[in-house]
């Protein structure tokens, strides 16, 4: 059997979009995903459906994988003949024991590679609003760790002589000793007042942001409870705040439902400068509906609810090999998002109602009137209603062209975050579905946002009430109610 490879690979310090593009590229093909802890679940997710996904993450204070059983489970699954991503937070060569492990690989005869990530050292003073350097305030800046084996309390013996060394110091993995470091730096030259900041970033289960003068940090650190890792950052910079000032920024936001929805909500709320990951994820599957498509060659309404439908019948289509000159129906899409995707296979609605709703789009059909037959092409898991009311006027088919199954691991992946997150968007009762079947669950103070009645009694149904519902189901809908939430309507 041929040896598979392994990539030693930063996952850098947020979500997919901070990942590099050969990250991506390798996570989106590997056969086995070797990842650390408080890695974000939209980097999870872009794993292959049956690629295995093995946490080996290592935290301080926690039970965690030894270092010589994550070099060997590296070791085994290679030689298994896959292909194999070690995904560490940050990246690997900066504190990460990236180098200890290609080191065993290389020993090992595997073949291996390291991809570069972006360091929490960088990345998280940033997200902070901390520049490491200023032309006025830092001329540049030094990484330290503050867990180091074989040494008296873990600190480097050199550490007392940072506290005289210009520009901003960096200082990892030290949150359990703060109150050393400090002492240690100001009886190395460092000023009790020189400000400093205890960060812990985004990507963490708890952010937070300390900043105070060095000789009181690690009091006000303890009061305010910030919890490893954190990130220590010391000098004349650290008093500097200039992170984002968007209005969504700090927000952290789940998405359920399919991955086409959730692409096109998703850049809205980024733009905003919302943390959006996806809390679940619905996958669409075709059904054998039975439907023949040559119906669509006769004088009849087409009806789409979804894009998802849309996609689905163009797909059977593509099957039966009939050429798209020869539809004669008329096409009614229930909003602009099912009219984009029509027109993306070539066609255009000759009906979108005013609202993007099944009540309004049946009141459209019913005023519109024309052709005799109406084709409802949807989910299995469509309002009941619809037909009934579409009934009194037209002959109709309800044909279930397709459902939606939950994909259970990403639901899993995502629970730290989901158990933190400030809003969870449901665009329909299958999503929410979807979402408790999965083992999805709102902790306390996340507040649901529905996409409408039917996406509010999905989550009734679950015991969910009272969740806010945008004034409509389009996409601006939602970001407009998620500014309000948050002071900004």
Request: aromatic content about 4%.
């Amino acid at each position: 059997m041929k040896t598979g490879k392994v990539y030693i690979t930063g996952a850098g310090c947020g979500g997919a979009g901070l990942l590099t593009s050969r990250a991506r590229e390798l996570i989106s093909t590997c056969g086995a995903l070797v990842y650390d802890d408080l890695i974000h679940p939209d980097i999870l997710a872009l794993a292959p459906s049956g690629a295995g996904l093995i946490y080996m993450g290592k935290r301080a204070g926690q039970p965690s994988a030894r270092q010589e059983d994550i070099c060997a489970k590296l070791i085994e699954l290679a030689r298994s003949g896959l292909d194999v991503v070690r995904l560490k937070g940050g990246d690997p060569f900066v504190f990460g024991r990236g180098g200890e492990e290609l080191l065993a690989l290389r020993a090992a005869g595997i073949p291996c590679a390291e991809v570069p990530g972006i360091s929490s050292a960088l990345a998280v003073p940033a997200e902070a609003g901390i520049p490491l350097t200023h032309r006025e305030l830092s001329r540049g800046f030094h990484v330290v760790t503050a867990h180091t084996a074989d040494t008296d309390g873990g600190l480097p013996e050199y550490f007392s002589g940072l506290g005289s060394l210009p520009g901003t110091l960096v200082i990892l993995m030290g949150l359990s000793r703060l109150e050393q470091i400090a002492e240690r730096l100001i009886a190395g030259g460092a000023s009790p007042d020189t400000p400093a900041a205890v960060l812990s970033g985004g990507n963490t289960r708890n952010p937070s942001a300390v900043r105070a003068p060095l000789g009181g940090i690690a009091r006000r650190a303890a009061e305010a409870g910030v919890r490893p890792p954190a990130v220590i950052v010391v000098g004349r910079t650290a008093a500097l705040s200039l992170g984002s000032t968007l209005p969504l920024a700090g927000v952290r936001v789940g998405l359920t439902g399919t991955a086409s929805f959730q692409s096109r909500l998703r850049p809205l709320l980024e733009a905003e400068g919302a943390d959006v990951f996806t809390a679940a994820l619905s996958e669409v599957v075709p059904l054998e509906s039975g439907f023949d498509c040559e119906r669509l060659c006769s004088d009849c309404w087409a009806v789409f609810t979804s894009a998802n439908g849309v996609d689905t019948l163009f797909g059977l289509l593509s099957g039966a090999r009939i050429d798209l000159r020869r539809l004669r129906c008329r096409f009614a899409a229930i909003g602009a998002a099912t009219a984009e995707r029509l027109a993306a296979h070539g066609v255009y609605a000759d009906l979108i109602p005013p609202e993007p709703t099944t009540a309004s789009l049946a009141a459209a059909l019913l005023a519109r009137g024309g052709p005799e037959e109406v084709c409802l092409l949807r989910s299995r898991r469509g309002s009941r209603s619809m037909p009934a009311e579409l009934g009194a006027r037209f002959s109709v088919s309800d044909i279930a062209l397709y459902t939606t199954r939950p994909v259970p691991r990403v639901t899993a992946a995502a629970a730290p975050y989901t158990a933190l997150a400030d809003h969870i968007v449901f665009p329909s009762a299958g999503a929410a579905a979807d979402f408790f079947s999965s083992g999805g669950e709102l902790a306390e103070g996340t507040v649901p946002v529905a996409i409408g009645p039917i996406a509010a009694s999905g989550l009734a149904a679950h015991g969910v009430s009272d969740p806010v519902i945008p004034s409509g189901i389009g996409r601006e809908h939602i970001r407009s109610a998620l500014l309000s939430l948050h002071g900004h309507g």
